[in-house]
């Protein structure tokens, strides 16, 4: 994936990351805290449909090191409009491999923003984490 590092591109990346973690807080608000990652994935996916959002969910990201292809070497949780990488969590504290694994994430699949979203707190806003690659 190539995205253009515009004005126009940063700007809408930024509407569309409040646009998420609106729909994470939705999700959370209805929901709570306590549940699995999956249906946290499965229920935010819906969220963001209702609200216009294509996403795609366990994108597979295949990888190719010195000639070895390896075909599902990570799955990401929501791909948004093929410009936000989103991880979820539900872990008491996010670990800081976390967010090297995600910078990681949108090295390879070249995209400048992504967001770690931890179900686990009581208050969703202290459980997400923007990441930006460059």
């Known amino acids: 994936m190539k995205h253009e590092d515009t004005k126009g591109t940063k700007k809408h990346e930024e509407e569309l990351s409040y646009v998420i973690i609106g ?5 959370h608000r209805t929901l709570g805290p306590g549940l699995l990652e999956s249906a946290y994935e499965a229920c935010l996916s819906h969220e963001l449909r209702l609200r216009g959002v294509p996403i795609r969910r ?7 090191y010195k000639g070895v292809h390896l075909k599902f070497a990570y799955r990401i949780d929501l791909l948004v409009e093929d410009l936000i990488v989103v991880e979820l969590k539900v872990v008491e504290h996010i670990p800081p491999v976390a967010t090297s694994q995600l910078l990681t994430l949108l090295r390879l699949l070249n995209c400048r923003l992504g967001l770690i979203v931890n179900f686990y707190e009581p208050i969703l806003r202290s459980g997400i984490r923007r990441v930006v690659n460059g």
């Open 23 to 27: 729909a994470a807080l939705e999700v």
């Open 58 to 64: 366990q994108t597979p990201l295949p990888l190719v």
